[in-house]
């Protein structure tokens, strides 16, 4: 990461904390949105000059004391205490993403019954996936390993092209990339993957630029099946312990059309025979 990744982080941070959350008077004449430089600093008990050097990318990367405070007085969730850190090379950056599925999650998409689940590495590669995630979404198993990313195929015209539904998937996309990105500094293809994305799509970058972080807890998405027609359905993310993977578990609301539908696509019970393993494939 970059100094001027730090700097941009504080001024978007900064621009969003408005006086009264920071337990300052509003006034009448500011100019700027959210705190003032000198605001900041004072909260964080730095001079006006050292912290206005961190903004320009002039500094040098604050302590871990100096980074906490900045976080307590910019008001940062924990998703982006942890973001600011790594921003100031105060904790560890990761391994490149890795494309190996552990056990236990091989064996939760054989066991998991019919609801369609698949797994994501750091960089939305789609490592493996159940046959009810195969009915619904696309035959991975059918696409070269390169071309098995979620985020490609969804945002970019592919087949998981989806109808929109807000900006809440985009926002959580752009969000879970930033943090990725600050995970894994020197993966070249995740950042091709932001610059791809933000080629294709301004509302995407828009939301890049913006730099929010934090979890979505569901993300909804609409899909159009070729045989089901639309259908809405929440994307819910399970973290693997020890690794940068997450299962999504692809759900609908009880008792509605979209839920029908779902039923409607697999056998109550989709698992494999014994001994089989069918679409759990991963990338190399």
Not at 45 to 57: D, H, I, P, T, W
């Amino acid at each position: 990461m970059t100094k001027r990744d730090l700097g941009d982080f504080l001024r978007s941070r900064r621009e969003l904390r408005t006086p009264a959350a920071a337990g300052l008077p509003s006034g009448r004449h500011r100019r700027t949105p959210g705190l003032r430089r000198e605001e900041v600093a004072a909260l964080a008990g730095v001079s006006v000059n050292y912290y206005e050097r961190l903004e320009q990318a002039r500094g040098p990367h604050p302590s871990p004391q100096v980074v906490d405070a900045l976080a307590t007085a910019l008001g940062l969730s924990a998703a982006e205490r942890e973001h600011l850190s790594r921003l100031a090379e105060h904790a560890p950056s990761g391994p490149a993403p890795s494309d190996e599925v552990p056990e236990p999650v091989r064996l939760l998409l054989e066991r998991i019954g019919p609801v369609p689940a698949y797994v994501l590495n750091a960089r939305h590669d789609v490592l493996a996936w159940n046959p009810a995630a195969a009915a619904l979404l696309l035959d991975f198993a059918a696409l070269p390993p390169s071309e098995r990313n979620i985020l490609r195929l969804s945002m970019s015209g592919g087949p998981l092209c989806c109808e929109s539904t807000g900006d809440g998937f985009t926002r959580h996309v752009a969000s879970e990339l930033r943090q990725a990105v600050g995970r894994h500094p020197a993966d070249e293809r995740l950042r091709e993957l932001v610059r791809d994305l933000a080629a294709h799509s301004a509302e995407f970058a828009a939301h890049w630029r913006e730099q929010e972080l934090g979890p979505a807890s569901v993300v909804h998405k609409r899909l159009r099946h070729p045989e089901l027609g639309l259908v809405e359905v929440d994307l819910q993310e399970l973290r693997t312990a020890g690794h940068d993977h997450r299962v999504v578990l692809v759900t609908a609301e009880p008792g509605s059309a979209s839920a029908a539908k779902l039923a409607a696509l697999l056998p109550a019970d989709p698992r494999p025979e014994p001994g089989a393993r069918p679409h759990l494939r991963a990338v190399r």
